[in-house]
């Protein structure tokens, strides 16, 4: 496959969630990624599944690491391979017998990439846990919410996805890059609590600065503010507006009707948020959401509709830009980031 990453080789043990997200992003842009799976798994969803998004772009191969036999492969396999990632807990593969002490000494420039929830050290290291545990221990999912109500977690993306798969695969190209450069191979200890928490360095920069209040609901960016929502429209559907700077205030102010207002002209006045929300929320539900986009689209409001799983890949903008693909019959997101010079070639879900 084309890609930035021609030429780098890693070998990635089967797991779920965000390990094989990592291995996604590397095998997307060119990697040749070797996904190791358990015998008889093949082509079950969530443990090498052919209609699971995130195994795509791979080579597949079955070994019982619990033979030696398959232990002695996976050996061989390490010798020429630039990486080796893989998301149990703590200690596991040492108990295999392929450790970093032992993969290191067959191929001292290799990078062993380690992902978890909790770490590789501390006391919480080999415990159980999920995404929402993670982010919780980070302080992340504190601040998401509405005020007055209990914290809302966005589904997977902080911990397992951004706080874990992605930073993994950042970690695990820098080691690569530090590896070529004459430097040794090493352990890339990514824990999503770590993550989660390297997510919310904005966050806690306002919060260090007296700008942030540590409660949910009542800040800038947390829903606490009538200019940066979300709103529902007429029928049923939503609308997002972030209109933070002065100029799209002003934007907003002129389409909705509001820019004589001396209320609303009092923008950042958190005394005034709560009563200008309700005033907002009222005058959205007037229209339906295309309606919203008639007068929204197109202008420098800060403005989107919310749309669905099944809307956004027919959304025009999406479109123009090939933001989603489809394969064996799966609309998925296409490769990220573009590269103009080594362009990532059109995803292929795993057994086609």
Same mark, same amino acid.
């Given at each position: 496959?084309?890609?930035?990453?021609?030429?780098?080789?890693?070998?990635? &043990?089967?797991?779920?969630?965000?390990?094989?997200? %990592?291995?996604?992003?590397?095998?997307?842009?060119?990697?040749?990624?070797?996904?190791?799976?358990?015998?008889?798994?093949?082509?079950?969803?969530?443990?090498?599944?052919?209609?699971?998004?995130?195994?795509?772009?791979?080579?597949?191969?079955?070994?019982?690491?619990?033979?030696?036999?398959?232990?002695?492969? +996976?050996?061989?396999?390490?010798?020429?391979?630039?990486?080796?990632?893989?998301?149990?807990?703590?200690?596991?593969?040492?108990?295999?017998?392929?450790?970093?002490?032992?993969?290191?000494?067959? #191929?001292?420039?290799?990078?062993?990439?380690?992902? %978890?929830?909790?770490?590789?050290?501390?006391?919480?290291?080999?415990?159980? $846990?999920?995404?929402?545990?993670?982010?919780?221990?980070?302080?992340?999912?504190?601040?998401?919410?509405? *005020?007055?109500?209990?914290?809302? @977690?966005?589904?997977?993306?902080?911990?397992? @996805?951004?706080?874990?798969?992605?930073?993994?695969?950042?970690?695990?190209?820098?080691?690569?890059?530090?590896?070529?450069?004459?430097?040794? /191979?090493?352990?890339?200890?990514?824990?999503?609590?770590? $993550?989660?928490?390297? &997510?919310?360095?904005? %966050?806690?920069?306002?919060?260090?600065? /007296?700008?942030?209040?540590?409660?949910?609901?009542? #800040?800038?960016?947390?829903?606490?503010?009538?200019?940066?929502?979300?709103?529902?429209t007429s029928d049923g559907k939503?609308?997002? +507006?972030?209109?933070?700077?002065?100029?799209?205030?002003?934007?907003?102010?002129? *389409?909705?009707?509001?820019?004589?207002?001396?209320?609303?002209?009092?923008?950042?006045?958190?005394?005034?948020?709560?009563? &200008?929300?309700?005033?907002?929320?009222?005058?959205? +539900?007037?229209?339906?959401?295309?309606?919203?986009?008639?007068?929204?689209?197109?202008?420098?409001?800060? @403005?989107?509709?919310?749309?669905?799983?099944?809307?956004?890949?027919?959304?025009?903008?999406?479109?123009?830009?090939?933001?989603?693909?489809?394969? /064996?019959?799966?609309v998925q997101p296409a490769p990220?980031?573009?590269?103009?010079?080594?362009?990532?070639?059109?995803?292929?879900?795993?057994?086609?």
């Amino acid at each position: 496959m084309a890609g930035v990453l021609s030429g780098v080789t890693v070998i990635e &043990l089967a797991g779920i969630g965000p390990g094989p997200f %990592t291995g996604m992003m590397l095998a997307d842009h060119g990697a040749r990624v070797i996904r190791v799976e358990r015998p008889g798994t093949s082509g079950r969803f969530g443990d090498g599944g052919n209609r699971d998004i995130l195994n795509r772009n791979r080579e597949r191969i079955e070994l019982d690491l619990k033979d030696p036999g398959a232990i002695a492969q +996976l050996k061989e396999l390490v010798k020429d391979a630039d990486a080796l990632i893989e998301g149990y807990r703590p200690g596991v593969i040492e108990r295999m017998g392929i450790g970093p002490d032992v993969l290191l000494a067959i #191929n001292p420039k290799l990078v062993i990439g380690r992902m %978890t929830g909790w770490g590789q050290d501390g006391p919480m290291a080999p415990l159980a $846990g999920h995404d929402i545990n993670y982010i919780a221990l980070s302080g992340a999912l504190h601040s998401y919410g509405r *005020k007055g109500q209990k914290p809302t @977690f966005p589904v997977n993306a902080v911990g397992d @996805f951004g706080g874990g798969g992605m930073l993994l695969a950042f970690g695990v190209v820098a080691a690569i890059l530090h590896a070529r450069g004459g430097g040794p /191979g090493q352990v890339v200890d990514c824990a999503m609590v770590d $993550g989660a928490a390297i &997510l919310s360095a904005m %966050t806690y920069t306002f919060l260090g600065n /007296g700008q942030w209040r540590d409660e949910r609901g009542v #800040n800038l960016l947390d829903s606490g503010s009538h200019f940066y929502d979300t709103y529902e429209t007429s029928d049923g559907k939503w609308i997002s +507006l972030g209109s933070i700077e002065p100029q799209f205030y002003a934007l907003l102010m002129e *389409k909705t009707g509001l820019a004589d207002d001396p209320d609303f002209a009092q923008q950042m006045n958190p005394a005034k948020w709560d009563n &200008l929300k309700d005033r907002m929320t009222a005058l959205i +539900l007037t229209k339906t959401r295309d309606e919203w986009c008639a007068i929204m689209d197109g202008t420098d409001i800060c @403005f989107a509709p919310v749309l669905s799983l099944r809307e956004a890949p027919q959304h025009p903008h999406n479109v123009a830009r090939g933001t989603f693909v489809e394969d /064996g019959g799966m609309v998925q997101p296409a490769p990220a980031p573009r590269f103009s010079a080594t362009p990532a070639a059109v995803p292929k879900l795993a057994g086609r």
